[in-house]
């Protein structure tokens, strides 16, 4: 099959819905093999039966699971040329707001299960004869707010240590890239949930539209869009870099 992505076995986390789901239905318009895991089964299989594409179940937190995931798609399709580290959770709250115990689990999803991703995933990679690995940070890394401690810097997080990666394997000349991307608000179930969980969803809509200068909050296929062109060789240039689409939301 042609397209800018044709060959590639893709392996994307937190695929069932959202930016997810969207990223998977962009890069198999463009030819690629997606593989996608999530920790809910029956969403993760609802997509899976509707695009397509593969579906393995996955905890993004678990080291071992990490381990036997690579293994699998390696058994199956023998390589592995793009992951996509996509799964997050968003947990609210103030330094006197949030437990311990929730700044914790924020960080085990959002930044330590991409340590293990990269982890897992590069010497397959590398086997491969390279490739490119999307982590999923967020606008909110850079434009933060008193009660989003643990997801603001979480996501920051994401920024530098995917630049880390990026450095150790430029030095190690395996060809693997590894580049973030950072979203604005863009209108997933997930955002609409929360909205609709607000006293007053009209008001916080329109807040939420008009924080991003742009006027509006994104679409799923502004960042799908960005996905498959760090996915495909367009990007062959870009490593260790956070590529921010935001509607202008972190610059102002
Ligand atoms: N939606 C936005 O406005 C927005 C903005 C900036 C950044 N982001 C980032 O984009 C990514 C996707 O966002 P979304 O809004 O589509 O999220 P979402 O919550 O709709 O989807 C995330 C998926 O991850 C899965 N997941 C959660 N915990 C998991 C775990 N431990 N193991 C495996 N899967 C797990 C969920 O089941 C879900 O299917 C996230 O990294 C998010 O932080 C989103």
């Known amino acids: ?49 509707e695009l397509g594409c593969g579906y393995i179940k996955q905890d993004v937190t678990d080291w071992a699971r990490w381990q036997e995931v690579i293994a699998e798609v390696e058994a199956k399709h023998g390589r592995l040329d793009v992951l996509v580290n996509n799964a997050a959770i ?22 330590d299960s991409i340590f293990m991703g990269c982890k897992a995933a590069i010497p397959l990679m590398a086997k491969s004869g390279g490739g490119s690995i999307v982590n999923f940070s967020s606008a909110a890394g850079n434009k933060v707010s008193p009660d989003l401690a643990a997801y603001n810097s979480a996501k920051a997080a994401v920024v530098t240590l ?35 969980g607000t006293p ?26 960005l996905v498959v062109y760090l996915a495909s060789d367009e990007s062959k240039f870009a490593t260790g870099a956070p590529f921010i689409v935001d509607g202008g939301l972190s610059i102002a």
């Open 200 to 225: 007053d969803p009209d008001a916080t809509r329109a807040a939420f539209s008009v924080a991003q200068p742009i006027g509006r909050m994104g679409e799923v296929e502004d960042i799908a869009h």
């Open 90 to 111: 968003t947990v609210f709250g103030s330094i006197a707001d949030i437990s311990v115990e929730d700044f914790k689990r924020c960080y085990t999803v959002d930044v």
């Open 1 to 49: 099959m042609a397209g800018r992505v044709a060959g590639k076995v893709v392996l994307l986390t937190g695929g069932a819905m959202g930016l997810g789901k969207a990223a998977t239905k962009a890069l198999m318009a463009e030819g690629a093999t997606v593989i996608i895991t999530d920790i809910d089964e029956a969403a993760g299989r609802a997509t899976a039966a």
């Open 162 to 196: 995917t630049k880390s990666i990026a450095l150790y394997c430029a030095r190690e000349q395996n060809g693997v890239r590894v580049n973030s991307v950072q979203p604005g608000t863009i209108l997933t179930p997930n955002v609409e949930s929360v909205i609709a």
